[in-house]
């Protein structure tokens, strides 16, 4: 019996409430890797009342963790169509570790495919992968990322780091480029594209987190995994 295999499983009991009701029944136990007395003693664990505790609090740390790397996608979500989604992608979605930053990402597509028909989501979830992507451990510097804004994102981005759900924010196409300079801090640089003649727009927006014409740097990157 490996002790890594058999922790492993003890982290599936956890992570994985399907996988956890499965072993608790009898019907899936990795027994190939685990000896019968080590199976019987995972069958035990599963079925302890106290494990559904941990589950409880460690959904509860994911939705933390979920709206700390998240906050403006969950704040236009709002709170009952983000439960609604999360239950939907942490079913088809099991979680594989305990870093949360590969999730956000991987339920930032998932938002993606889903097409909701809600006002601004697409602008905030592409702006928050992007904010990600930067974040992410490499062994060098991360790509460009380029975010694709269908709405203003001055009023977009300011209304929501105000705390606010945007409203009426007025239609502005535009891309915006993101990169990490040499001091590991996000530069973004905004590229307004005017509707009529598609040249450049040289107004630079007054937004927490993009800029116009010049950049700024916005934060420091820190590698996540």
Known sequence: MSLAHFQDAMVRLILDPDFRDRVAAGDDVPGSEL???????????????????????HKGFRLGKLRGLLPFTCRVLGTRRLCDELARFWRDHPPASFYFLPEAVDFCDWLVQRRLRLRYLDDVVAYERATLELERARTGPPPVQLVRFRHDPTALLAALSQGRRPRGIPERPCVAAARVDAQGKAVWTLHVRDAYNSTPSSDPPQAPHLVGATEVATRKVSPVT
């Open 35 to 57: 000896d019968a007395r080590e199976t019987a003693r995972l069958q035990r664990i599963a079925r302890d009342p106290g494990l559904g505790i941990n589950r409880t609090l």
